[in-house]
């Protein structure tokens, strides 16, 4: 977290943009589109001080955060030319630190996400520290209450899941503790539950850099 970064108040064109995202997910994705209060949520994203309002706007779009020279990727090729990688720089720390706040507040917590690039068979997840739940061909990265001092492991999360569609909920489990997350398989009736009770949506924006967080209205 090297940027000093601040957080931003959207308005109603930042749920036009969750909406339109969540309509890419898959189940979990679908019943959160069903909310009822979706469109009352307030919306804020973590981004520098000095982006202004219009750029702040512009979700598809990264250069909101500055390349650090210092992490840049240099590789020399066969014919003498030099390519350079620059890594993306993201917020994912303060998004960790935001969901480790929320479990540790929230007994039942759990934090799930959508890992849209993945499939149940694939081999790599067996040999995975992440915490997998299993729906149909669907693959969900998770972390709940008893990781909420464990702030790498939730960072090591958001990074996990992350793949060309990006969101997760910050919700209640409907059932803590219960035998099918530990052998990582649940039901439809799971996820519907998660949507409904969900406190925020957490929406991947500008280009991998920041994301945009969706906060239940205030009853």
Request: hydrophobic share 35%.
């Amino acid at each position: 977290m090297n940027e000093i970064c601040a957080e931003l108040h959207l308005g109603p064109e930042a749920i036009s943009y969750i909406q339109e995202r969540l309509a890419n997910g898959k189940t979990l994705a679908r019943y959160l589109l069903q909310r009822p209060d979706l469109e009352s949520g307030t919306v804020t994203t973590f981004l520098p001080s000095d982006v202004g309002k219009e750029a702040a706007t512009q979700f598809k779009w990264g250069g909101k955060l500055r390349r650090d020279p210092a992490t840049f990727v240099y590789h020399t090729e066969p014919d003498g030319s030099t390519t350079r990688w620059e890594p993306v720089p993201d917020t994912d720390p303060w998004l960790a630190l935001l969901l480790q706040e929320f479990l540790r507040g929230t007994p039942e917590g759990i934090c799930i996400f959508e890992n849209s690039s993945a499939l149940p068979r694939d081999p790599w997840l067996q040999s995975s520290d992440l915490q997998t739940l299993i729906f149909g061909d669907e693959v969900y990265h998770f972390v709940s209450h008893r990781d909420a001092e464990n702030e790498k492991r939730i960072l090591e999360t958001i990074r996990g899941a992350r793949s060309w569609l990006f969101y997760g909920v910050a919700t209640s489990s409907p059932n803590p503790g219960d035998v099918s997350l530990e052998a990582g398989t649940i039901g439809r009736e799971f996820l519907e539950v998660c949507a409904q009770r969900a406190e925020k949506i957490v929406v991947g924006a500008y280009d991998g850099e920041s994301h945009l967080i969706w906060s239940k209205p205030a009853s």
